[in-house]
Nanobody, 120 residues
Framework: QVQLVESGGGLVQPGGSLRLSCTASGNIVAINNMEWYRQAPGKQRELVAG???????NYADSVNGRFTISRDNAKNTVYLQMNSLKPEDTAFYYC??????????????WGQGTQVTVSS
């Protein structure tokens, strides 16, 4: 029904920046909340940032002030601008979305993820 595809991950030095993108495709009527999660090896998946359809945002304390989530509704895309990256930000980052389609009122969908590595 719906696919989410992330891009923009890679290897950066501490203090560097990356911008992640996640684009939703399918027979989409509307997208409600969109979120970024991350998971490091041996760690529980955690919510990094979220944004509502109206543009309200929330962040994990560990990234607040360094990361910015935004969305482009015309492109069905959510972004995560990551600045002042730290080694502890190293993780696999996943996009998540609450989507309404033509055939169902609500689908909770995960992307495949993209690796972010922060290292000297």
């Amino acid at each position: 029904q719906v696919q989410l595809v992330e891009s923009g991950g890679g290897l950066v030095q501490p203090g560097g920046s990356l911008r992640l993108s996640c684009t939703a495709s399918g027979n989409i009527v509307a997208i409600n909340n969109m979120e970024w999660y991350r998971q490091a090896p041996g760690k529980q998946r955690e919510l990094v940032a979220g944004i509502t359809s109206g543009g309200s945002t929330n962040y994990a304390d560990s990234v607040n002030g360094r990361f910015t989530i935004s969305r482009d509704n015309a492109k069905n895309t959510v972004y995560l601008q990551m600045n002042s990256l730290k080694p502890e930000d190293t993780a696999f980052y996943y996009c998540h979305a609450d989507v309404r389609t033509v055939v169902v009122s609500r689908i909770l969908t995960w992307g495949q993820g993209t690796q972010v590595t922060v290292s000297s």
